[in-house]
């Protein structure tokens, strides 16, 4: 079974929504949750902010914490996900900033540096940095597999704790 049709039956299951915020994976796990039938009961809405006023704007990230840590950081990509999560009025969201390439950002940070944030119903997050190799493709592929991986294993998590 794919992983997104494994998280939309668990959200499904407790009637739990999610949003996205993507910058690296250009919405490519909104992408791959909507090819699920049926995902509007649980999928509210994603967010592309590939730009730093996209982050502030539509999510809130305070933009002194992008000049103070990067676009590409843990803290960016908590606020991201807190941000979509508030924003959408969800139980769950998901994340995700980071450098696909082919060249580094003015940062110096290198290609295939990720941050993946996800939030859950209790207010709490868990960020993970990844650092993937390949193409942009590839890079952005693994970042969604991994955000998916994260996702999943946090739903389960909260489901146990409460």
Partial sequence: ?????????????????????????????????TNIPGSSDYFERGYVVYSNKAK???????PRLIRRHGAVSPEVARAMAEGARRAA???????????????????????????????????????????????????KNESADRAFEMLRKFVKRERMSS
């Fill in 56 to 62: 502030t704007e539509l999510l809130g990230v305070d």
């Fill in 1 to 33: 079974m794919k992983i997104e049709r494994e998280i939309g039956i668990l959200l499904r299951e407790k009637g739990q929504t999610l949003a996205a915020a993507e910058s690296c994976t250009g919405g490519l796990i909104a992408h791959r949750i």
């Fill in 89 to 139: 009025g969800t139980d769950y969201s998901v994340g995700v900033t980071g450098i696909a390439g082919p060249t580094r950002d003015r940062s110096a940070k290198p290609v295939g540096l990720v941050f993946i944030a996800v939030c859950g119903p209790r207010g709490k997050a868990r960020v993970e940095k990844c650092n993937f190799k390949g193409t942009r493709l590839q890079i």
